[in-house]
C-alpha cells in the first residue's frame, strides 16, 4: 500500500529495493561500523501540512511498541515548537493522518532500530494552502527553520534523557576547564581552532563594550549566543 508499480506514477517504488543511489548512501552510511547501533535519532524534514509525523506509515493503525515513548516525545516538540509563533501542528503515522504510504526512510529507520524517528512536514499548513505549498513565502523561511529546530531539540533531549546523560553538561563545568574539556570532542584539530579563535574573538569584542578589556574572554562568565551554540552543537553529536 501506498506506492505503485507504474513507472510514471508520483508514488512509484522503484524497481527494486533501494534502487537510487541516494537512499543507497542513507542507508549504507547508517549501517556503516562508524554509526551501526550508534544512532537513537532520525529526523526528516519535508514539505509541506504542518505534521510531525511517527512511524508506522506504510498503512493505518499501524505501530512500533514503543508507540506511547514517540507520541510523548511528538507532542512535547509540537507544543515546544508552538510556543514559538503559535504555530499548530498536528501528529500521527502518515497513513493515519495523511494516507499510506510506504517505503520511506522513517519506516525503514525504525525497523532498523533506530529509537527516536520523526518525519516533519513543515509549513504551510495543508488545510489552508491556496497555492502551491511547496514554494514557501520568504518571510516564513527563517521562523519555520527556528521554529522546528525548537522541535527538533526537544527529540535531542529525549535521546539524552534516553541514555542517561545530563543535558548541556558544559555548562556545569568551571569556565577554566572549558577549553580543556572541548578539545575531547570529535572535532577535527584545524576547525577547533578556528571556531575558538572566531568565539574569543567575538566575546573579547562584547568584553571591550562592556568596560571589561583586561578580562580574559576564555575564563569570564559572560557568554555569547556563538559559544553557547558551540558548546551545545558538540555536545549534542556525541
Given at each position: 500500500s501506498g506506492s505503485s508499480y507504474e513507472p510514471c506514477s508520483n508514488i512509484y517504488h522503484g524497481d527494486h529495493v533501494f534502487s537510487e543511489p541516494e537512499s543507497r548512501a542513507v542507508r549504507d552510511y547508517l549501517n556503516s561500523d562508524e554509526l551501526q547501533g550508534k544512532v537513537d535519532g532520525f529526523i526528516t524534514l519535508h514539505s509541506y501540512a504542518q505534521l510531525w509525523i511517527y512511524p508506522y506509515s506504510h498503512a493505518q493503525q499501524n505501530y512500533p511498541e514503543d508507540i506511547s515513548e514517540l507520541r510523548r516525545t511528538a507532542r512535547r516538540a509540537i507544543n515546544r515548537l508552538h510556543r514559538q509563533y503559535g504555530t499548530e501542528y498536528r501528529?500521527?503515522?502518515?497513513?493515519?493522518?495523511?494516507?499510506?504510504?510506504?517505503?520511506?526512510?522513517?519506516?525503514?529507520?525504525?525497523?532498523?532500530?533506530?529509537?527516536?524517528?520523526?518525519l516533519v512536514e513543515l509549513r504551510p499548513e495543508y488545510e489552508r494552502t491556496v497555492s502551491n505549498g511547496f514554494?514557501?513565502?520568504?518571510?516564513?523561511?527563517?521562523?519555520?527553520?527556528?521554529?522546528?529546530?525548537?522541535?527538533?531539540?526537544?527529540?535531542?533531549?529525549?535521546?539524552?534523557?534516553?541514555?542517561?546523560?545530563?543535558?548541556?553538561?558544559?555548562s556545569?563545568?568551571?569556565?577554566?576547564?572549558?577549553?580543556?574539556?572541548?578539545?575531547?570532542?570529535?572535532?577535527?584539530?584545524?576547525?577547533?581552532?578556528?571556531?575558538?579563535?572566531?568565539?574569543?574573538k567575538v566575546v573579547t569584542d562584547r568584553?571591550?563594550?562592556?568596560?571589561?578589556?583586561?578580562?580574559?574572554?576564555?575564563?569570564?562568565?559572560?557568554?555569547?549566543?556563538?559559544?553557547?551554540?558551540?558548546?551545545t552543537t558538540q555536545t549534542t553529536t556525541e
Open positions: 501528529m500521527g503515522t502518515g497513513a493515519d493522518t495523511l494516507s499510506p504510504a510506504s517505503g520511506g526512510s522513517d519506516d525503514w529507520a525504525k525497523s532498523n532500530g533506530i529509537k527516536y524517528v520523526y514554494i514557501l513565502h520568504k518571510k516564513e523561511l527563517i521562523p519555520t527553520a527556528v521554529e522546528t529546530f525548537e522541535g527538533v531539540k526537544e527529540v535531542i533531549e529525549a535521546v539524552l534523557e534516553h541514555n542517561k546523560i545530563i543535558k548541556d553538561p558544559l556545569r563545568i568551571a569556565p577554566q576547564l572549558r577549553k580543556k574539556q572541548l578539545c575531547g570532542f570529535r572535532c577535527p584539530r584545524s576547525e577547533h581552532h578556528a571556531l575558538e579563535c572566531l568565539t574569543k568584553m571591550r563594550l562592556l568596560g571589561m578589556a583586561n578580562a580574559d574572554p576564555m575564563t569570564t562568565s559572560t557568554e555569547t549566543p556563538m559559544t553557547t551554540a558551540f558548546e
